[in-house]
């Protein structure tokens, strides 16, 4: 049994225009011990997805459809109450938007000790402050920075804050939202060693979200493709960077310098639907480069091809 067994998982935002079809029926699985690169272009539902495993997701959203079973226990059926001793213990995550995940007023310290008191481990401030003081070392800073304020730290320090914070527990399941995108590649690639690091002495599964496929692709066992709410190639690493299957994720490569620097850079034309109203059959067929006729009615199923997983009708002919 996989660690995380996501089946069919519809979560939609209810707006006044209309539902958001934000996450579209994905179906994945994550393996102990992996790490798993999600990629896609602001709007695939990579944050969505990642709340609906923690049971976060926002009003005017909620989980619409679909299972997400954690170590043999379906989430989307847990009250709060039981979903409040897995968050935080058995899955731990760093948010999107750092500065939106500290609270300026409050000293470092006691807010990583919140999770202590919270699930019981520590019966004093006192005590949780010291616990935090531990999971700030874990995460490479200094013991006795428990005492400092958010906007004391820069921000690859404010990133290491948040993951003492999210690992403070030893969690199973690491979940990190583009945990570098605002810093500059050098302090990127400390962090990424740290989330390598933390993984290997606790024995952690990691999901990594963020829309750069190069960074996704240099430590990901497996790499999972987003595009307008639906998983639309799921595979190796190499595979998946080497040959790729959908037309999307082949896109997603040559406008990454890195990977494929020595083709013609170009971007994808064109840009995601508005989930409100997504276009009939692919959802990507209206920027394709090789859209097929079916393509514009029949929506591709996802299916196994080899080692991996995609929905695309082209891809399926060369089974
Ligand atoms: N609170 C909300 N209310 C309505 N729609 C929302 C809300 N949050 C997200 N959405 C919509 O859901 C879709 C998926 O958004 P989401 O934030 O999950 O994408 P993402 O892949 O994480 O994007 P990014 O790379 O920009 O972080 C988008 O169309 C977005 O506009
Ligand atoms: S199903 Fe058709 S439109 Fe969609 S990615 Fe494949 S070839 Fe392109
Ligand atoms: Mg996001």
């Not at 020595?262 to 034309?269: A, D, H, N």
């Amino acid at each position: 049994m996989a660690l995380l067994e996501i089946r069919d998982l519809r979560v939609y935002y209810y707006t006044l225009l209309g539902a958001v079809r934000a996450v579209d029926g994905v179906t994945m699985d994550v393996e102990r011990g992996e790490w798993v690169g999600v990629v896609g272009e602001s709007g695939s539902g990579k944050s969505t997805l990642a709340l609906a495993i923690m049971r976060l997701v926002p009003p005017p959203g909620r989980i619409a459809g679909g299972s997400i079973v954690f170590d043999g226990v379906d989430l989307t059926r847990l009250s709060e109450g039981e979903m409040r001793r897995i968050r935080g213990r058995r899955i731990g995550m760093v948010f999107q938007d750092p500065m939106a995940s500290l609270d300026p007023v409050r000293r470092i310290g006691d807010q990583i000790g919140d999770v202590f008191l919270e699930h019981g481990v520590a019966s004093s401030r006192e005590e949780a402050r010291r616990l935090a003081g531990e999971a700030l070392e874990m995460a490479g800073l200094p013991r006795d920075w428990v005492d400092r304020y958010p906007h004391q730290l820069s921000g690859g320090q404010r990133q290491r804050a948040l993951i003492a914070g999210a690992v403070a527990l030893k969690p199973e399941l690491l979940i990190a939202d583009e945990p570098t995108t605002a810093l500059d590649v050098i302090v990127q690639a400390k962090i990424m060693d740290l989330i390598e690091e933390l993984k290997r002495e606790l024995g952690m599964t990691v999901i990594l979200i963020t829309h750069d496929i190069s960074l996704a692709a240099e430590r990901s066992t497996r790499i999972a493709v987003m595009y307008a709410g639906k998983l639309v190639e799921y595979g190796p690493v190499d595979a998946v960077v080497e040959d790729p299957l959908h037309p999307y994720t082949r896109g997603l490569l040559e406008s990454a310098p890195d990977l494929w620097g020595e083709k013609r850079l170009r971007g994808i034309p064109g840009y995601p639907p508005d989930l409100r109203r997504p276009p009939r059959g692919c959802r990507f067929h209206p920027r394709c480069p090789v859209a097929l006729e079916k393509c514009r009615e029949e929506e591709p199923p996802l299916v196994r091809v080899g080692d991996r997983l995609v929905a695309c009708h082209r891809a399926l002919m060369r089974r």
